[in-house]
């Protein structure tokens, strides 16, 4: 196992619960039994505050820690574009991850293939809150 996942999945600083959330949403993983639990604040379609809790995988907690940095004061648009790109880098088109959303790149890599659906169940999860 990577190291770098590791390190992004134990910054633990959004894994919390938010009580008076404005959104919510929860997915589990049919292959391996993964858990994601996602709660948003947002005001004038702006995330301000992201929790995220799981029974899950360290890749997956490495998805979810990254995925709630990325989110914070950005738009619900903006959001589900990204979720988008991030099942459009599992199919193959690897450009819009790579230039756009740098940040992912220790996660969205070819040694990770495997673990697609570990990596994409917290993108799945916010995309149904954000897609509305």
């Known amino acids: 196992m ?6 992004i999945a134990s910054d633990t600083n959004n894994n919390k ?3 008076n959330y404005t959104h919510h949403s929860k997915l589990k993983n049919s292959i391996c039994g993964d858990e994601m639990q996602i709660d948003l604040v947002i005001k004038k379609n702006k995330i301000v ?3 995220y809790q799981g029974k899950s995988c360290v890749y997956c907690q490495a998805s979810a820690s990254l995925l709630s940095k990325i989110s914070m004061n950005k738009n619900k ?9 991030a099942k ?3 199919e193959g088109n690897v450009e819009n991850i790579e230039k ?3 940040s992912l790149n220790k996660i969205f890599n070819d040694k990770n293939l495997s673990r697609k659906e570990c990596i994409l169940l917290p993108f799945k999860t916010i995309k149904k809150i954000v897609s509305k």
Do not use: A, P, V
Request: glycine share 4%; charged share 35%; aromatic share 14%.
């Open 2 to 7: 990577n190291l770098d996942i590791l390190k």
């Open 17 to 19: 619960s938010i009580k």
């Open 49 to 51: 505050d992201f929790g």
């Open 77 to 85: 648009s903006k959001i589900n574009e990204l979720c988008d790109d």
């Open 88 to 90: 459009h880098y599992f």
């Open 100 to 102: 756009k959303w740098k």
